[in-house]
């Protein structure tokens, strides 16, 4: 494990370093004097890299709040695909702040559009993620970024097996794709395995995908399931 200065004193009393283990990268920010007992992870789109970590953990940091944002994929650039990512790339960051000098009580796992069902999944597979923020969130697992007619992968993995996806046969937009996927298909989160509180946001006016439709997905399994 490694923890190398990047830049200090981005903003007044915030700091950034850079985190190498063999689990994950990413970056941590945080204020000259953390206020709460809760720490997070970030998990960024499609977008990749570090670009939504940069742009919103310093809003965190000046609320008090430390933050790790994790680098999984390389977006649409060469480099790394969002597919077959393993969760454990999360779950270790969720382990790594738990150990480090911050010491913080609680770990939340915000994700943001993909970076939702990274997110969501962390939740499901670690009992030590206190809550999960989900914005513009998805309600089951898709393919991998890179999908094309000949090669179908999940975007995720966990202990090494390929996490079932709903388009990982057959091609089509996101709403046909979950108008025919049936209410106990493997790819549907099982989010109410989650052991913490569950935030939702997403928007009717989303171009991307119907991440609206998909929060009330997640909501609806929640409520069925009398979610604490």
């Known amino acids: 494990m490694a923890v190398i200065p990047l830049v200090c004193c981005t903003l007044a009393a915030q700091s950034r370093q850079e985190v190498q283990t063999k689990e994950f990268r990413g970056r941590v920010y945080a204020p000259a004097k953390p ?3 809760l720490a997070v992870v970030l998990i960024g789109g499609s977008e990749g890299g570090l670009q939504l970590a940069d742009e919103i953990a310093p809003q965190l940091v000046s609320a008090g709040y430390v933050v790790l944002g994790v680098d999984y994929h390389d977006g649409w650039r060469p480099g790394r695909k ?3 990512v393993p969760i454990e790339t999360f779950t270790a960051a969720v382990k790594w702040l738990y150990a480090s000098p911050f ?3 609680k770990v939340a796992v915000i994700g943001d559009s993909r970076g939702s069902e990274g997110a ?3 939740g499901i597979h670690d009992p030590d993620v206190s809550a999960v923020l989900a914005f513009v969130p998805s309600s089951v ?3 991998a970024t890179d999908n094309d007619a000949t090669r179908h992968h999940s975007a995720w993995s966990w202990g090494g097996q390929e996490l079932p996806c709903a388009n990982c046969v057959g091609d089509g937009d996101f709403g046909s794709i979950l108008d025919k ?3 106990d298909a493997p790819s549907r989160l099982s989010v109410e395995s ?3 509180p569950v935030f939702l946001v997403g928007s009717s006016a989303d171009a991307v995908w119907p991440s609206a439709r998909m929060a009330h ?7 069925s399931r009398h979610f604490a």
């Open 82 to 84: 969002l597919d077959l």
């Open 35 to 37: 206020s709460h007992d």
């Open 181 to 183: 996927l049936a209410a």
């Open 194 to 196: 989650i052991r913490g």
């Open 103 to 105: 010491k913080p009580g």
């Open 217 to 223: 997905d997640i909501a609806n399994r929640l409520l």
């Open 141 to 143: 697992v898709w393919g």
């Open 120 to 122: 969501l999944l962390t």
